[in-house]
């Protein structure tokens, strides 16, 4: 008899494969009023990718519409039932960003608070498969209307902003060898120095807030970008979106989190700037924990920043933010080994990891094709990284991440689920309309 397997065990298989989508079901998707994106669930839990970057391409797993219902199938047999995040009204919300003009479709911008699908850190180049991608027209993002070029897989009820989407070491031609971030460095991707771009985010918060209702209290707020030029590296930028934010609503967004993703800023006043400003967490994302790894696959000054910069930063952080202070390793690029010294030794400062799987995206994909013994991590040696990882915390006795990623976040191990918002779900299909029981810690 085939045994039921757990929506866990279904999504970290998924996970390693991806699911092969057509163009045209995609679309169905958007058309039908959902998040037209990689976020799909199982049951109540969240899984991804799917394969809107081309990722998936050769998997055996697929997403076919069958009887008003969404399945997955594997080789071709009913696999499991899923579901899509529904689009949010402010989503759309349009603007005008000035001279520069931006609210034109072409030029990918239009609402600047999205749904974070994020798979802490794993940014899905989403419409840039080769389907989507033409590289004569330069006409990309064809799938999300021009809405947004990147999105990260399988967070739950996130909200998120990206000032911008380029990196200073993609700019210098030395981007991290797992770099989601796809092609050249394109300066339209750095969005705040972009005219009216802060006001229209601000005002798209009034949307958010109308739309959401209570359910924002159980949302949470990063705002995230690649590293950004300055000793700083980009924590003024952050400051000034939630100095907008605060400024347009009166208060700053009521989630239960208000988090910034950045590397270490040199100087430990912009710790407190940031903390000053609003934010409440902050994840400081190390990805690869020994020092010659680092400089291997990460070609740039963030590789030749030793852990003991991050260390030091962990500790300043915790003194100073009142929530969490995280970061987040990259599986199956680094020795397993050494990951888990780093999950360790960070969950010894209180502070948790995020385990995110290696995924071929972007500079990944060059990685995989020029490193032979690179690949996707397996389910199983995933598995065996999360149960060593939650053996970790629960020893240093840490929660996991507030974030409610995906596997990432180890909510089979360790976490409590949240609501889900109701504005972003799909409560009308199947399984999705169950509440959420909190995980049972195993
Ligand atoms: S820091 Fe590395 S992984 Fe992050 S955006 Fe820049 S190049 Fe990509």
New binding site residues.
């Given amino acids: 008899m085939a045994v039921e397997l757990s929506s866990f065990e279904k999504k970290i298989h998924i996970q390693g494969h991806g699911i092969k989508i057509t163009t045209a079901l995609k679309q169905q998707i958007y058309d039908e009023g959902f998040y037209p994106i990689a976020l799909t669930w199982i049951g109540d839990d969240v899984t991804g990718p799917f394969s809107f970057s081309g990722y998936g391409d050769d998997s055996p797993f697929e997403l076919r519409k069958v009887d008003d219902q969404y399945h997955v199938f594997q080789n071709g047999k009913f696999y499991t039932e899923v579901t899509f995040y529904r689009r949010p009204e402010f989503w759309s919300h349009q603007f005008d960003f000035g001279a520069k003009g931006s609210s034109d479709s072409k030029s990918g911008i239009n609402s600047t608070v999205f749904i974070d699908e994020g798979m802490a850190g794993v940014i899905t180049p989403c419409g840039q498969s080769a389907l989507d991608f033409d590289d004569d027209q330069g006409d990309v993002l064809k799938l999300t209307r021009g809405r947004f070029p990147f999105v990260s897989v399988a967070c739950y009820n996130g909200l998120s902003s990206w000032p911008s989407w380029g ?1 200073m ?2 700019k210098a031609k030395q ?2 060898k ?2 989601c ?1 796809p092609g050249a460095f394109d300066e339209s991707k750095i969005l705040y120095t972009q005219e009216g771009w802060l006001e229209g985010l601000a005002e798209t918060f009034v949307d958010v807030e109308k739309e959401l209702g209570e359910d924002i209290r159980e949302c949470s707020y990063t705002i995230d970008a ?2 950004l030029p300055g000793s700083d590296k980009g924590a003024n930028v952050y400051i000034k979106v939630l100095d907008a934010i605060k400024n347009r609503l009166g208060h700053l967004p009521k989630t239960y989190y208000i988090r910034a993703v950045i ?1 270490p800023p040199h100087g430990d006043e912009w710790l407190y700037a940031l903390k000053e400003a609003g934010f409440t967490d902050i994840q400081m994302d190390v990805d690869i924990y020994d020092d010659e790894e680092r400089r291997r696959l ?1 070609p740039n000054a ?1 590789g030749y920043r030793p852990i003991a910069d991050y260390l030091k930063a962990f500790q300043k952080a915790k003194e100073i933010f009142p929530g969490e202070v995280a970061t987040q390793l990259i599986a199956g690029i680094q020795s397993d080994e050494n990951l888990l010294k780093g999950v360790e030794q960070f969950a010894s400062l209180g502070v948790p990891t995020l385990v995110t799987p290696f995924l071929p995206f972007g500079q990944g994909r060059k990685l995989i094709r020029d490193e032979e013994e690179i690949d996707v991590p397996t389910p199983d040696r995933m598995l065996h990284i999360y149960e060593r990882a939650a053996a970790s915390l629960t020893r240093h006795n840490v929660d996991a991440p507030g974030f409610r990623g995906g596997v990432s976040s180890l909510p089979e191990f360790m976490g409590k689920r949240k609501k889900r918002a109701g504005a972003l779900t799909n409560y009308q299909k199947g399984a999705a309309a169950r509440v959420l029981e909190p995980a049972l810690a195993l």
Wanted: net charge neutral.
């Fill in positions: 990196c070491y993609t981007p991290c797992f770099c971030i690649g590293t590397e990460m963030k």
